[in-house]
């Protein structure tokens, strides 16, 4: 599943292939968006801008109109040279933009919207996001001040997946997380002090900032390894579903406290 880090990659490759550069042609291939009119609306508008936010992207056109897209568990951003073969099935395309050099193509939805500029700051959903960790200036302040609303009794494994307290975060980074913290996840929020919370920040933005500028493989020290010996201390790495969504959380019950 993408989470900040893949997302904020796809923005860098997605704006260097379309920012300042003439758009011969915007398809939409999904039958959803059959009515939108999309082509017509975005004809000879260039990019602008092409950011992220936590996991969402979006693509801003001259003249006040954006794309907002998120992928969720299954979509994917692909940017191909013009005649290379995609890396999924052109039936999953659910929009293509090409220039002369590049072909940016979306798979896989499920998220795609057409939107103004205003509403990308005023959208509800939007506006609820936390702070994106990945960004270049985290907002600390922000962070901790989101999580001290929240739920004292909330395991911070499950706050940190929560999209209002901090964008960005996905299972697998909060599980490595809270390990490379030293802390549980199943400890309730009421149980940190500002400078451990803050701590699980200081371990993840770098190693999810150095992820979105080279996209190199990640080494999981505990994601995913259930029942192997814990790489600090050995003991067995244990896995449970967690929060309302009951997502698996990986944890070491030897060293994480
Ligand atoms: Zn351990």
């Not at 959903?125 to 200036?137: K, M, S």
């Not at 371990?203 to 814990?230: D, F």
């Amino acid at each position: 599943m993408p989470e900040g880090d893949t997302v904020h990659r796809a923005a860098r490759r997605v704006g260097e292939a379309l920012v300042g550069k003439p758009v011969v042609s915007i398809e939409t291939p999904h039958p959803r968006f059959a009515r939108d009119r999309w082509p017509e609306r975005l004809a000879g508008r260039g990019v602008r801008a092409v950011d992220a936010h936590g996991k969402h992207l979006f693509i801003r056109f001259d003249g006040d109109l954006t794309l907002h897209s998120h992928l969720r568990m299954s979509g994917k951003w692909g940017v191909y040279r013009p005649g290379e073969r995609w890396r999924r099935s052109p039936r999953r395309a659910w929009l293509v933009i090409r220039t002369a050099d590049h072909e940016v193509v979306e798979f896989d939805g499920p998220v795609l919207e057409l939107m103004t500029d205003s509403r990308t700051r005023f959208d509800r959903r939007l506006a609820a996001l936390g702070p994106d960790l990945l960004a270049d200036e985290f907002d600390e302040r922000a962070f901790l001040r989101r999580l001290r609303a929240d739920e004292p009794t909330r395991g911070i494994g499950d706050a940190l997946l929560d999209q209002r307290n901090v964008a960005g975060v996905g299972n697998a980074w909060k599980a490595e997380g809270c390990f490379l913290a030293g802390v549980d996840p199943w400890r309730p929020l009421a149980r940190f002090s500002d400078d451990e919370a803050l701590e699980l920040a200081h371990v993840l933005r770098p190693l999810m900032r150095e992820s979105a500028a080279s996209g190199g493989p990640k080494e999981a020290r505990v994601y995913g390894r259930a029942g192997l010996p814990c790489p600090r201390c050995g003991t067995r790495i244990r896995a449970r579903g967690q929060g309302d969504d009951n997502r698996t959380t990986y944890w070491c019950p030897g060293c994480q406290r």
